[in-house]
C-alpha cells in the first residue's frame, strides 16, 4: 500500500469513529421511551403516561383560570382567550380522565406546585395586571408542553395514545395562537415556565436539532469531541508528510 493510500485509509477510520463515541448524542438519536408496559389499550411507556398526566394538570389550573379571566380581565381579547381555554381544557380533561381509566393510569386531582403559584398569582391581580400574567404565565406553560406532545405523537406505539397526542398538538398549537393574539405575550411567556416569585428562565431555543442533540450527562463536551477531530488531523497530516517519497538528491 501507498503513503498517501495509508494516510487516506486512517483519516477515513478517524472520521468513521466519530460517530460512535461513546457519549456522544446525535440529533437522531430516539428519546428514552423507558419500560413497555400492556394495558387493555395495548402498550405504553413512560413517556405516554407522562402525556397523560402532563394533560390533566394543564387542566387542572387552566380551566378555572380561564373561567375566572370572565370577571378580572380588562381586555376583552383575554377573556374571550380565557373562554376558549377553559371550553377545549374541559373536552381534553373528559377524555384524559377517559383514556387513564381504561389504561390504568393514575392522575393527579389537583394543580402541582407551580401551577397553583400560577394561579395565586393571577388571582392576585385585576384588570391589565391579570391579562399580563395570564397571558405570558398561560403562553409559557403550553410552550413547554407542545414539544413533549410532539415527542409522544412520534415515537407511542399505542394507537390511542397517538390519536389523543394528535388532538392535543392541535389544541396547543390553537392557544399558543390564541393567546399571542392578545398582543400581550412577552418574553416571559416565550420562555420556559418557572414559579411565580422564581427568577425568570432562558428563553427556549428555537433550533429543535440542537435542543434535541444534548451531551449526556459524563460524556465528551463539544470542545474535547473539537479537539480530537484537529489531533486526528495533525496525525493524518504528518503521515502524508513521512510516507511521501523523497526526490533522489542528485
Do not use: Y
Request: proline fraction near 7%.
Amino acid at each position: 500500500m501507498s503513503g498517501k493510500r495509508f494516510a487516506a485509509a486512517v483519516l477515513a477510520l478517524h472520521l468513521l469513529m466519530l460517530p460512535v463515541l461513546p457519549g456522544v448524542a446525535r440529533a437522531d438519536d430516539p428519546p428514552a421511551a423507558g419500560p413497555v408496559e400492556q394495558t387493555p389499550l395495548g402498550p405504553i411507556t413512560a413517556l405516554d403516561k407522562e402525556l397523560l398526566v402532563k394533560v390533566r394538570l394543564a387542566g387542572l389550573w387552566e380551566m378555572p383560570m380561564g373561567e375566572e379571566a370572565q370577571t378580572r380581565a380588562a381586555s376583552t381579547r383575554v377573556k374571550e382567550v380565557g373562554a376558549q381555554l377553559a371550553s377545549d381544557h374541559t373536552f381534553l380533561d373528559e377524555r384524559v380522565v377517559r383514556l387513564a381509566s381504561q389504561m390504568g393510569v393514575a392522575l393527579p386531582d389537583e394543580a402541582n406546585a407551580d401551577q397553583q403559584s400560577w394561579m395565586a398569582e393571577m388571582r392576585s391581580r385585576t384588570g391589565a395586571a391579570f391579562d399580563d400574567s395570564f397571558a405570558n404565565r398561560l403562553r409559557a406553560a403550553h410552550g413547554s408542553i407542545f414539544p413533549a406532545i410532539a415527542t409522544v405523537r412520534a415515537t407511542t406505539r399505542n394507537e390511542a395514545i397517538r390519536q389523543f397526542a394528535q388532538v392535543c398538538n392541535q389544541i396547543v398549537l390553537k392557544h399558543m395562537t390564541l393567546l399571542e393574539s392578545t398582543n400581550m405575550v412577552t418574553d416571559m411567556g416565550l420562555a420556559k415556565p418557572v414559579a411565580a416569585g422564581a427568577a425568570p428562565a432562558a428563553a427556549v431555543s428555537a433550533d429543535p436539532v440542537r435542543a434535541s442533540a444534548q451531551i449526556p450527562s459524563g460524556g465528551p463536551t463539544p470542545l474535547s469531541v473539537l479537539l480530537m477531530c484537529l489531533v486526528g488531523a495533525v496525525v493524518t497530516i504528518t503521515i502524508l508528510r513521512l510516507l511521501r517519497p523523497r526526490a533522489d538528491v542528485k
